[in-house]
């Protein structure tokens, strides 16, 4: 690894150790803010589910922090126990999220469906990348770049990728908060707290976009310098 890539790594690592640390904060602080109707993030989701017309997703609980999610695939709501059993500012604001993304998929959300398509992909580029780019970076010392630029284009993937969830993770977002506003299921006091728990979340994602492309760009520079 190059001197530069080891430094952008290192300045990324830093922003989005630091970003993390913000986000489980803010929702430590939202956590503990009950919300006035009492309502479950399972009950926020079951209902966000039915006033949307999806009867065919259910609400699981699954084991983690902040391991809630969507699946398309089994066609489940996934909430985190402290979410799925929360009575929070917090859990509203997360239940409702992941259920915006099975708003998206139940309307054929085009960016939903491109990050599906990938996922094969992903997963198998994001196994290999490393030591692609690594054995590539070796090679390329001797004068043989073409290992280097597959490990590019396999890194190339992932950035992609990144940059699809960005839309996606922001347009659920924006149909959960329009949801809680909408059906007063956050009052007007609760509602701030739950849409900055959500721009937090979304930063993370930010961030980890920004860092693949910064990481992509260098490699490329590297392969074009080494060229020249």
């Not at 149909?175 to 728990?197: M, Q």
Request: charged share 15%.
């Amino acid at each position: 690894m190059t001197p530069s890539i080891m430094l952008v790594s290192i300045l990324f690592m830093g922003i989005s150790m630091v970003v993390s640390m913000i986000l489980k904060s803010k929702f430590s602080k939202y956590s503990k803010i009950l919300l006035a109707n009492g309502m479950s993030g399972r009950e926020i989701a079951e209902k966000m589910l039915r006033e949307n017309g999806i009867y065919d997703v259910q609400v699981t609980s699954v084991p983690g922090f902040l391991s809630d999610h969507y699946d398309p695939t089994k066609k489940t709501v996934n909430l985190s126990p402290d979410v799925y059993e929360g009575r929070s500012i917090a859990s509203a604001a997360v239940a409702a999220h992941e259920c915006g993304h099975a708003v998206q998929h139940a309307v054929a959300y085009a960016p939903l469906q491109m990050r599906s398509r990938l996922v094969p992909a992903v997963q198998f580029s994001s196994t290999i990348v490393n030591w692609v780019l690594l054995a590539g970076l070796f090679m390329a010392a001797s004068g043989s770049y073409t290992l280097l630029l597959a490990g590019i284009i396999l890194m190339a993937v992932t950035v992609v990728f990144s940059l699809i969830t960005l839309p996606v993770e922001f347009d659920a977002s924006r149909r959960a908060l329009a949801w809680l506003n909408h059906t007063n299921v956050t009052n007007s006091s609760e509602y701030p707290g739950a849409k900055d728990a959500l721009k937090w979340a979304a930063t993370t994602y930010v961030v980890a976009a920004l860092a693949a492309v910064v990481m992509l760009l260098q490699y490329i520079a590297i392969f074009m310098g080494r060229r020249d």
